[in-house]
């Protein structure tokens, strides 16, 4: 059993990681597909607490070489699962400008070293006795028992009417719509504003060797508009009305390529298949008015149904080239 909760903690917390970030990846229903994944083994890895707290206290008690890192592990994992709980069921979303969202992937990428050091130092024998019939038996159980734990939670975040009821379906919160002064303005991990002078300001649109200088007066002159919602991997997302140029309008007409790279001033960038122009809107206005500089002033893009960082802001270059629209990391590192 010893062997088998170890092993089972291991596949549960890289479906769990794995899940999560699939869940920020889309804006769409993969999203919740993964979160249902997700939540089951978050609660699978909670179930294993009595097994796991036999193997855990025997090694504490043998003051094995880094149990205090173990243990550091255990308050990760915790924290998280807490963080995770608390912001599904609505019951602690935010903290301040911290969001329970920010906590529990927060804590979870800390713990990510201390799981790998743990797994490296404690041994994860993988023997065939892991495939018995018993092992699998043990580990439909245990899903099924994690499954209907997070079936009853949701239940009854509905039943009780929780905030969490009221939740999209990538979990995060309603907030400030269609009144732009409330759109909370956040970035992706270490991207600062930038104050952008429009006067000086380009957008330059690079095609093969051409490339055209749009600037900030120019693009004030279209009013393409949409109303679309902004769903931050922070926990919250905004319906808002953006109003500014399709991107497919700043490209030559009947160029062949493949993808489109969109960089901010800031070096920040993200890349779009082609075909995703003419519903890329590079936005000059929100709710009517001119950008400020944490929504990205002078410019910033308008993605709908993409998860917010890919809404790159204070837009300065935009590329069109045959790189394939995957060739990029799948969550951007600054
Ligand atoms: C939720 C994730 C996990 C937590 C919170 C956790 C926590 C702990 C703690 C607190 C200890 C006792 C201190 C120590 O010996 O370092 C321990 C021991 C141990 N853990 Fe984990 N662990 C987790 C996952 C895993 C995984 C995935 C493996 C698979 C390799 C594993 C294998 C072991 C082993 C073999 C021991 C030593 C037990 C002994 O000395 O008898 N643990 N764990
Ligand atoms: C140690 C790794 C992790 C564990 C054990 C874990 C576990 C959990 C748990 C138990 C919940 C609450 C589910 C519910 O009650 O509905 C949750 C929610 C959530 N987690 Fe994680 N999580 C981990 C890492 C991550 C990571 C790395 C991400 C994103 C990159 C993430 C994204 C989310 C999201 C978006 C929710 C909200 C789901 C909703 O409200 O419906 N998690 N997680």
């Known amino acids: 059993m010893k062997r088998w909760t170890n092993l089972a903690?291991?596949?549960?917390?890289?479906?769990?990681?794995?899940?999560?970030?699939?869940?920020?990846?889309?804006?769409?229903?993969?999203?919740?597909?993964?979160l249902i994944v997700h939540a089951v083994s978050g609660y699978a890895i909670v179930a294993l607490t009595p097994w796991k707290s036999v193997i855990a206290s025997h090694g504490i008690r043998r003051r094995r070489s880094g149990w205090w890192a173990s243990v550091v592990l255990t308050a990760l994992v915790l924290v998280s699962v807490v963080a995770g709980i608390l912001h599904s069921t609505g019951l602690l979303v935010s903290v301040g400008v911290i969001s329970a969202m920010e906590v529990h992937v927060g804590a979870a990428l800390v713990a990510?070293?201390?799981?790998?050091?743990?797994?490296?130092?404690?041994?994860?024998?993988?023997r065939a006795v892991d495939l018995s019939r018993r092992s699998l038996l043990r580990a439909g159980a245990l899903v099924a028992g994690a499954g209907l734990a997070y079936a009853t939670g949701e239940a009854a975040v509905r039943v009780l009417r929780l905030p969490?009821?009221?939740?999209?379906?990538?979990?995060?919160?309603e907030f400030g719509s269609l009144e732009s002064s409330q759109l909370p303005a956040t970035q992706w991990?270490?991207?600062?504003?930038?104050?952008?002078?429009?006067?000086?300001?380009?957008l330059a649109v690079h095609t093969g060797t051409v490339t055209r200088q749009w600037t900030y007066e120019e693009l004030?002159?279209?009013d393409d508009r949409v109303r679309a919602t902004l769903d931050c991997t922070g926990g919250f997302y905004s319906t808002q009305d953006w109003s500014g140029v399709w991107l497919s309008r700043l490209l030559p007409a009947g160029i062949a390529a493949a993808s489109l790279h969109v960089?901010?001033?800031?070096?920040?960038?993200?890349?779009?298949?082609?075909?995703?122009?003419s519903r890329l809107l590079i936005?000059?206005?929100?709710?009517?008015?001119?950008?400020?500089?944490?929504?990205?002033?002078?410019?910033?893009?308008?993605?709908?149904?993409?998860?917010?960082?890919?809404w790159v802001k204070w837009v300065s270059a935009i590329t069109v080239d045959e790189l394939p629209s995957w060739w990029q990391l799948p969550f951007p590192m600054q």
Do not use: K
């Not at 990510?112 to 993988?126: G, N, T």
């Not at 800031?266 to 075909?275: E, L, M, P, S, V």
């Not at 400020?292 to 960082?309: E, I, M, Q, T």
């Open 283 to 310: 936005a000059t206005s929100l709710g009517g008015q001119p950008l400020d500089p944490g929504h990205g002033f002078p410019v910033r893009l308008v993605a709908p149904d993409r998860r917010g960082y890919w």
């Open 9 to 34: 903690l291991f596949v549960l917390l890289g479906l769990a990681f794995v899940t999560g970030w699939v869940a920020f990846f889309y804006a769409t229903a993969p999203s919740r597909a993964s």
């Open 112 to 126: 990510v070293p201390f799981v790998i050091w743990h797994v490296v130092a404690r041994h994860l024998p993988v």
């Open 189 to 202: 991990m270490f991207d600062a504003v930038p104050q952008i002078d429009p006067r000086t300001w380009r």
């Open 220 to 222: 004030l002159a279209f």
């Open 164 to 173: 969490g009821s009221e939740r999209r379906f990538t979990g995060s919160y």
């Open 263 to 277: 960089q901010s001033a800031t070096g920040y960038d993200r890349r779009f298949a082609i075909g995703s122009a």
